[in-house]
């Protein structure tokens, strides 16, 4: 509890002067709606119109707007599986808020300037942008289909979205990558296991070593 409100206070800066914005202003906009409280996340969901246009569930810090596809609130893999995902978008910003604010108070500390050491927190928000950037120098735009014709610049920013380092990991914690007895399962959760496996060989082998 106390550590779950260290970690939402490390975003604060961020989450009431731009993810909760986000939502709000999608929302009065007419982009979304559905508006709901997941922990200290505030969620949405896009409206069809714009999800025909807007094919992605997008996170903005602790501001979340799922696709329709995603079927918030139902218990489905694909529901789970996006949730899950999102949020590892949050526990990204909390690790990049957290590095943001002890930056931010060395350099308030050795300047006495409370203001730019506030603003150099405030900006971990935004430390994922550069991603975007190595994305398209490493992957260049995504492959040209001739079955779905599209600008170069929509697949620039597709590859971008997509290649960036930590959508790949979102990806690859949360997709799911097999099955086990009989349900869909994540690598997330099949490391989970592995790792009490290991635990659990390793207390074995304690209680029986000479
Ligand atoms: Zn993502």
């Not at 550590?3 to 709000?24: D, G, Q």
């Amino acid at each position: 509890m106390i550590a779950k409100a260290i970690l939402f206070l490390v975003t604060a800066a961020w989450a009431l002067t731009v993810s909760y914005p986000y939502v709000l202003l999608a929302m009065a906009c007419g982009l979304a709606h559905k508006p709901a409280w997941q922990g200290t996340n505030l969620t949405a969901e896009w409206r069809p119109w714009f999800a025909k246009i807007w094919h992605y569930s997008t996170t903005i810090g602790r501001g979340i707007i799922f696709h329709p596809l995603s079927n918030r609130g139902k218990d489905t893999t694909l529901d789970t599986r996006i949730e899950f995902h999102e949020d590892t978008h949050v526990v990204q910003l909390e690790c990049l808020m957290t590095l943001s604010l002890v930056l931010g108070g060395v350099v308030a500390a050795v300047t006495g300037d409370l203001v730019l050491g506030f603003w150099i927190h405030w900006s971990g928000g935004a430390w994922q942008l550069p991603n975007f950037l190595c994305a398209v120098l490493r992957h260049g735009p995504e492959p040209f289909n001739a079955d779905e014709p599209r600008s170069w610049i929509a697949r620039v920013m597709e590859s971008a979205y997509r290649n960036s380092e930590h959508e790949r990991s979102a990806y690859a914690q949360t997709d799911m990558i097999g099955h086990l007895m009989g349900k869909p399962v994540s690598w997330i959760v099949l490391h989970e296991m592995r790792r009490a496996a290991e635990n659990k060989q390793h207390r074995e082998w304690l209680a029986h070593a000479p």
